[in-house]
């Protein structure tokens, strides 16, 4: 599986946007670009995906770069519910299987 | 959504004894499920893959006579952790996938943590 690259660690204002990056420079034309986030002493919770174009769901938005070698995930006004992991996963069409990295520890300040 | 639900959310046990968690899709026919590790600060592991009627395709590393997986139903995959060790000790999350769900989403059960004492 293609590999993703993300920060450890961001901090946000709560009722700020946040933009979390993620890189994906060895991604194929077949690959879906995933978010997943996990908040403490939970399972991971879908957020979004997508292949070539922007997307746009209740949670967030996500933008695809146009070479698709990075993403970003896009929480328009974050919350103090928002703090959690962010894993941004490469998939491709039929394969179910997640391989998670790091991901983004999300730190929202009141 | 789709609910993927796991029992016990927590168990605690002796060493060299075993433990079943039990996985199951509340809402929706599984055919495959995925069953994760997850160490504390760490990500998640995925350690094998649960097929429906047929044997469990492991990742590298991951023991098979060690972590048995059950695939039983459409709806129920279990994951026996026989002769538990303290270093099996971890958090144990399933995923499912609906396969009528168009945007492809896996839903991951709340997981279960293993302490081994």
């Known amino acids: 599986d293609a590999k993703t690259t993300q920060p450890n660690s961001m901090e946000s204002n709560e009722e700020e946007p946040v933009h979390l990056p993620c890189n994906h420079s060895?991604?194929?034309?077949?690959?879906?670009i995933h978010w997943y986030r996990q908040l403490p002493s939970q399972g991971p919770e879908y957020v979004i995906h997508?292949?070539?174009s922007n997307v746009n769901n209740r949670m967030a938005s996500l933008a695809i770069a146009e070479d698709r070698k990075s993403s970003t995930l896009i929480l328009h006004r974050a919350t103090l519910r928002d703090a959690a992991v962010y894993y941004c996963?490469?998939?491709?069409?039929?394969?179910?299987?997640?391989?998670f990295g790091t991901g983004t520890r999300l730190t929202i300040i009141p | 959504g789709a609910v993927v639900s796991q029992h016990p959310s927590w168990v605690i046990c002796k060493s060299g004894t075993s433990v079943k968690i039990e996985c199951r899709s509340l809402?929706?026919?599984?055919?495959?499920m995925f069953w994760y590790r997850q160490f504390p600060k760490q990500s998640l592991m995925l350690m094998a893959t649960?097929?429906?009627?047929?044997?469990?395709?492991?990742e590298q590393g991951v023991e098979k006579d060690k972590f048995l997986i059950n695939h039983a139903s459409l709806t129920l995959s279990t994951l026996t952790v026989t002769s538990a060790h303290p270093e099996d000790s971890s958090f144990y999350i399933c995923?499912?996938?609906?396969?009528?769900?168009?945007?492809?989403?896996?839903?991951f059960g709340p997981g279960t943590r293993l302490t081994v004492t």
């Open positions: 995923s499912a996938r609906d396969p009528w769900d168009q945007r492809g989403e896996q839903y």
């Open positions: 060895t991604i194929s034309g077949t690959d879906y």
């Open positions: 997508g292949l070539t």
């Open positions: 996963i490469l998939s491709n069409f039929g394969n179910e299987k997640l391989t």
């Open positions: 809402d929706f026919q599984a055919t495959t």
């Open positions: 649960s097929n429906e009627g047929s044997k469990a395709t492991y």
